[in-house]
């Protein structure tokens, strides 16, 4: 089929090379455009423009779509049969959705109806659930509303972050969306009656709010791995925490219960079992606090 691919992060990289393998012609790849970093600010492209120009296929890079007609024009140009889109960043307008003969498709993270929106994979996570997947779905106007073509499941374990599931879930979405173009599923609608949302992520949801269940606050760390990180403060500094385990004890909460970063929660304890300094390297705890004592009675957190 001929095709255009939309995606951006390291998650839509798998699909885009599926989709190559598979011999489909891409006839364009969308994606964000470059973006200041390091310390030099220099403009590095994303992931799948990376991979997109290491395939020699042609690259687009437009900093919006809505209200931009020429791009649009561009797009319809294309005389696409399908457009596929993994996690792009950018909405597309009615226009472009209504372009290629059989539509757009999404690749999203979650099964849907449940985990709709930007953060699919850490709200999974974070919730406790037992499983999540991956939904093909038939895109239109409404954020992840359209029909159903093909989806599959993947459990979440108690030792589960979403750092391993992402990896999971985009070799995943590659396999289906690869099935889903030749096999022509029925699309299905969404069932209405178990629809949640993962709002976009921010830096400050990371926090850790020593007053809730040690259970909440082990799977927000899981969740949150890579992005946002949790974080919580100590002697001023703030701490990043990159693991921990369930631990017995009792105290005021965000107090040290002993001199192994053991701490108290509303219920229970966690015990910290890699921290790291803000410019300091990640290390386990023993090692951390060779350095830097933490005994019984220490106060974490504002």
């Known amino acids: 089929m001929r095709l255009a691919f939309m995606g951006s992060p390291d998650f839509s990289t798998p699909a885009l090379r599926a989709l190559h393998a598979a011999g489909h012609e891409i006839a364009a790849v969308y994606c964000q455009p470059p973006k200041p970093a390091g310390r030099g600010y220099a403009l590095r492209p994303c992931p799948v ?20 007609t020429a791009e649009q024009a561009a797009f319809a140009a294309l005389e696409l049969d399908v457009a596929v889109v993994a996690a792009y960043g950018l909405i597309l307008p009615q226009t472009m959705l209504d372009a290629p003969r059989h539509g757009c498709l999404n690749i999203h993270a979650s099964l849907l109806p449940r985990w709709r929106g930007a953060a699919p994979i850490q709200a999974a996570v974070l919730a406790g659930d037992a499983d999540t997947g991956v939904t093909i779905m038939q895109m239109d106007a409404g954020l992840d509303t ?53 709002p976009k992520l921010t830096r400050e949801a990371g926090r850790i709010d020593w007053t809730r269940d040690s259970a909440a606050i082990e799977r927000q760390v899981r969740a949150f791995d890579p992005w ?3 974080f919580t403060t100590l002697r001023c500094a703030v701490l990043k925490v ?26 229970e ?11 300091r390297p990640a290390m386990a705890a023993d090692a951390f606090l060779r350095g830097h004592a933490v005994p019984a009675g220490t106060a974490l957190g504002d």
């Open 49 to 68: 423009q990376i991979e997109a120009e290491r395939l020699a296929l042609p690259v687009r890079t437009p900093a919006r779509l809505r209200g931009d």
């Open 228 to 230: 946002p990180g949790t």
């Open 146 to 198: 359209g029909p159903m073509l093909l989806s599959e499941a993947v459990p979440i374990t108690q030792t589960t972050t979403s750092a391993a599931l992402h990896d999971v879930l985009a070799e995943l979405g590659a396999r289906l969306i690869v099935r889903a173009l030749v096999e022509h599923p029925i699309p299905v609608p969404q069932p209405a009656d178990s629809v949640t949302y993962a």
């Open 242 to 267: 990159l693991a921990v385990e369930l631990a017995h004890g009792s105290g005021p909460p965000g107090t040290a219960l002993d001199d192994r970063l053991t701490i108290a929660c509303r219920t």
């Open 269 to 279: 304890a966690l015990r910290l079992t890699r921290v790291q300094l803000a410019g």
